[in-house]
Structure formats: C-alpha cells, structure tokens
C-alpha cells in the first residue's frame, strides 16, 4: 500500500502512512514543550499564557476556514469559555509543574486525564470496571506511588512538582469533557480558539498574582515563540489532521512517544538519570493510558 492510499478498516478508519507520520510528528512536537518552558525566562504561568495568546490569530483564520465565519450558538460558547477555564488551571499547574520535576514525569502525569475520564465514565455511571479498566486503574496507581515514592526520594521540590502535574491531569479531563461536546459542532479549530481566548487572561491573571516575569528576559522571545508554534500549531494542527484516522488504542500508544522523548530530553539536557524502577513506574503509567483509550466491549442494544 502507498503512502498516498488507505484501505478502510472495519470500523470504518482509513489511515495512511502520511497520516501515521503526522500523528507521531505530533506528539514529538507536544513532547518537547517542557524543555522550551524551561528554556523560557519567564514564569512558568507567563510561558502557558504566550502560548496560548501568540498563535491567537493563526488559529482565527483556520477557524474561519473551517467554520465559516457564522454565528456561535450561546450555549457552545459557554461550554468553551468552562473548558478555556479549567485549561488554563492546567497548563498553570503543569508549567510550574516542569520546573520542579523531572521532564519524564511531567509528561506522564500531565497526560493523566485519559485514566481520570475513564474513572470518572465508571463513577457517574455507578458501575464496577471491567477487568481492562480495572487493570488499568491498578496499573495507573501503582506507577504513580513508584514515581511520586522516587521523586521523593530525590527532593521535597520534584515530590511537589508531581504533584502539580498531577494535579494538571485532572484539570485536563474536566477540560476535556465541555471541549468534546463543543468539538463536535464547531470543530477542533473554532474549540481551540475560543478556548484560547477564555484562558488567556486568566493566565496572565495567575501570573500577575504570583508576581512572575511577563516578558521575556536574556533568554529573549525565541523559546517563547517556539513553545507558542510546535505546541500550539504544529502539535495540535498535526494531531487534528491524523487522530480522525485512528483507533483510540493506536492513539494511546502514540502517546507514549511523549514520555519517551521527554526522558530522552530530561537525559541529554539536564541528566535526569532514569533506574529501573522509574522505568517499571512510567511502563505501569504508559500502560494505564493505552488501557484508558482502547475500546471496550461493544454495547448490547
């Protein structure tokens, strides 16, 4: 098969090699926000704010040309303003998160919203899981105590920092729940814009709060920039091309590229040695998260 045609699969996807390399490119380019947030020299929340806030009127015209330029209906702008606000609670979090752990870990518990949707699907259903969600629940749980027991081990500060990306994860799933319904709508572009534009100020609020740095210093606008266009733009322009195509199961072991990129960044960069254990911890972590986006059994009508 040619990388320019695809054979339908019988659950109706139809993926090309193209396709296949736009969802890895995807998820290598949201792997390396972290290092550019350290990069930066501003503050962690003042790094969230300019990458939502520079892509700003990229994202404008892809909305229009993906939307129309019509009316938003009320209701669907609210849904995007309640996701804009637990967005910007996690990438608040999840910066300052960075810049107190290990990059493998902020990457791993950032994406920990797949594992918190599929515990909260069980708990407003009021239902047991199943034994993949079970085994997923278990394996996300005892990662985590190795990870967060490791962090400890190396400093109070990367135990907090995990905490806070921790902490991110969950803000992403209550991101994901209003953005999914808005999503199906207006589509990936208009629901990133708009959400863009809910957070941002928000954003520069915290930042301002906590008396960060706005502005960049020494380190100039080029991390900033760069944060702002491979997380933004790239990533996310690339993964709203390819994820369509997909399974959730080929999605979630996609995912796993991020954290092994992360390590890869956190060794080279700034020694962050991995031993055993942490690797058993992020394998346990990486294996919750597939577990959490692959399919269950199909209902019965």
């Given amino acids: 098969m040619s990388s320019a045609t695809a054979t339908p699969d019988k659950n109706g ?26 990069l930066s020299d501003t503050g962690p929340v003042s790094a969230a704010f300019w990458r939502l ?14 939307h ?65 969600e079970g085994v997923g629940v278990l394996a996300a749980l005892t ?29 992403y799933a209550f991101y994901l729940l209003p953005a999914q319904k808005a999503r199906a709508t207006l589509g990936p572009w208009a629901v990133l814009l708009l959400v863009s534009l809910a957070a941002s100020p928000l954003l520069l609020g915290m930042a301002l709060v906590a008396g960060e740095p706005v502005l960049p210093g020494p380190a100039g606008w080029t991390p900033i920039l760069l944060l702002a266009f491979s997380s933004q733009i790239v990533g996310q322009g690339l993964l709203v091309f390819s994820l369509r195509h997909f399974p959730p199961l080929i999605i979630g072991m996609a995912l796993l590229t991020q954290p092994a990129i992360a390590a890869l960044v956190g060794w080279l960069v700034f020694g962050e040695l991995l031993v055993p254990l942490d690797i058993l911890g992020m394998a346990l972590v990486g294996a919750a998260l597939v577990l959490a986006r692959a399919p269950g059994r199909s209902r019965v009508r």
């Fill in 68 to 132: 129309g330029g019509g009316p938003i209906d009320r209701r669907l702008a609210l849904l995007c303003m309640a996701a804009g606000a637990f967005f910007a609670f996690d990438l608040a979090s999840w910066h300052v998160g960075i810049e107190q752990t290990r990059l493998a870990n902020a990457v791993l518990f950032g994406n920990s919203g797949s594992v918190i949707l599929m515990v909260w699907g069980m708990v407003a259903a009021k239902r047991a899981p199943s034994g993949r």
């Fill in 13 to 38: 996807f139809q993926a090309s090699a193209w396709h296949f390399a736009a969802l890895l490119a995807g998820n290598v380019a949201l792997a390396l926000g972290p290092w550019l947030v350290r």
């Fill in 143 to 171: 990662g985590a105590a190795i990870l967060l027991g490791r962090s400890l081990e190396i400093s109070a500060s990367s135990f907090v920092g995990d905490l806070f990306c921790l902490a991110a994860g969950i803000f």
């Fill in 53 to 66: 806030l520079l892509p700003v009127p990229i994202l404008a015209v892809l909305a229009w040309r993906a």
